[in-house]
C-alpha cells in the first residue's frame, strides 16, 4: 500500500486527544489510524454505487 505525508488542518482539541490516546493504545502510527477511520466513514456514508447512504 502507498503511504502519503500530508496536513491535516482544522482537527479539534477533543478528536486530537482521542487520536493520540489510540496511538498510544494501539501501537500505531496516526496515518494508519485515520486511513482506518476515513475508509469506515466511507462505507457508513455510501453504499457501493456511490451514491450517499442513510449515514
Do not use: N, P
Not at 500500500?1 to 488542518?9: A, I, Q
Amino acid at each position: 500500500m502507498d503511504r502519503k505525508k500530508v496536513t491535516v488542518k482544522g482537527v479539534d482539541t477533543e478528536a486530537w486527544d482521542i487520536l493520540l490516546h489510540l496511538r498510544q493504545v494501539e501501537q500505531r502510527f496516526c496515518g494508519a489510524i485515520l486511513s482506518d477511520c476515513i475508509r469506515e466513514y466511507y462505507a457508513c456514508e455510501y453504499d457501493e454505487d456511490g451514491d450517499e447512504g442513510q449515514g
